[in-house]
């Protein structure tokens, strides 16, 4: 049956939203979450400057302007003495503050995405709430995201940020499943039911949980030691037992779409591209945890996490709710 209004237009936003997950993850291992540290212009700009001859100094000497650097300076752990217009502009660096700028300017599609989603939503009278909720959620994440840069990257705040961005994949997700014409025409996996899925939905989440305290760790040493000390982080988490619990945690994961994917018949899209997914984020972890905190993998590994949390919730919406084989229509 082809696809409404509101699904196309939640298909859009899921999209849109990953890409801002990816964006996003760029930001923070490359520790440009600094690279403008004003909000909503950057070093004072609309568009930012590429070489420190394009700063304004009398813009950097504005005191309020001033008082958030110096903040934001205190929370990294500098001495906020230290941060003076002469400095910042010795300190500039145009590939960190265009990475943080092309970050912002990627929320503007999803903006504009979940606008007409509510639109849609309003009009068709398919879901008005999820649709005004989705909406908010993404001016409540752009408002955090100025907590964010005011806070210095303060470690909760930054996860956050990205817990309200999945739960705007949950409220997107189902708007994309449940949003056709007829319910009873919804899509239906066959194979385990809902509290099967489940299982495996819960298993993502607490791990994506444990991922956020490693990522507010790894945010910790890049402070301390810098980018460059990546390969070195290693044998720190080894230590931290969150990232211990984490490394092992992943296999429960596998084991659990393995299981699914089976009483599933390996029918359907959803159960072999969730294989799938783990699988890579399985060997990413590998990766991540004998050759070094590499960069490019740390953001693949957010990103990808980002479309599991998607397709392992839409798996359990498309499940049968007394998990009789093949029996329900989700």
């Known amino acids: 049956m082809p696809k409404t209004g509101v699904q196309k237009l939640a298909f859009l936003s899921i999209v849109l939203l990953v890409v801002l997950i990816f964006a996003g993850a760029v930001v923070r291992v490359t520790g440009s979450g600094l690279g403008c540290p004003d909000w909503p212009t ?6 930012p400057p590429t070489n420190v ?9 504005d005191p309020k302007r001033m008082a958030r650097f110096r903040r934001s300076a205190e929370r990294w752990g500098r001495d906020p003495d230290e941060v003076t217009p002469e400095n910042l502009l ?3 660096n145009a590939v960190e503050t265009w990475i943080e700028y092309g970050n912002r300017l990627l929320a503007l599609p999803v903006l504009l995405a979940n606008f007409l989603l509510m639109v849609a939503c309003l009009r068709s009278r398919t879901y008005p709430g999820l649709g005004v909720a989705s909406f908010a959620l993404v001016i409540i994440s752009a408002l955090t995201g100025i907590v964010v840069v005011a806070s210095g990257l303060r470690a909760g705040v930054v996860t956050i940020h990205m817990a309200l961005a999945f739960l705007q994949l ?7 499943w449940a949003g056709g014409r007829k319910p009873h025409a919804r899509q239906s996996i066959p194979g385990p039911g809902r509290p099967a899925v489940m299982v ?12 956020s305290q490693i990522r507010e760790v790894t945010d910790d040493l890049m402070r301390e030691y810098g980018v460059e000390s990546r390969p070195d982080w290693i044998g720190e988490l080894s230590d931290a037992l969150v990232y211990l619990v984490h490394r092992s945690f992943s296999w429960s994961i596998l084991i659990s779409a393995l299981w699914l994917g089976h009483r599933a018949g390996w029918r359907g899209l959803v159960p072999r591209t969730i294989l799938a997914l783990v699988g890579s984020l399985m060997v990413m972890g590998l990766v991540l945890s004998t050759s070094g905190i590499h960069a490019v993998v740390q953001v693949l590994h957010v990103g990808v996490a980002g479309v599991l949390v998607s397709m392992a919730y839409y798996w359990w919406l498309a499940a049968d709710w007394k998990g009789k084989d093949g029996q329900g229509v989700g």
């Open 53 to 61: 001859a394009e700063v304004d100094l009398e813009v950097l000497r």
């Open 170 to 176: 949950f409220l997107l997700t189902y708007l994309y």
């Open 200 to 211: 495996l939905l819960a298993c993502v989440m607490v791990e994506w949980a444990m991922g």
């Open 90 to 92: 010795n300190e500039f």
């Open 42 to 47: 950057c070093w004072g700009k609309i568009i």
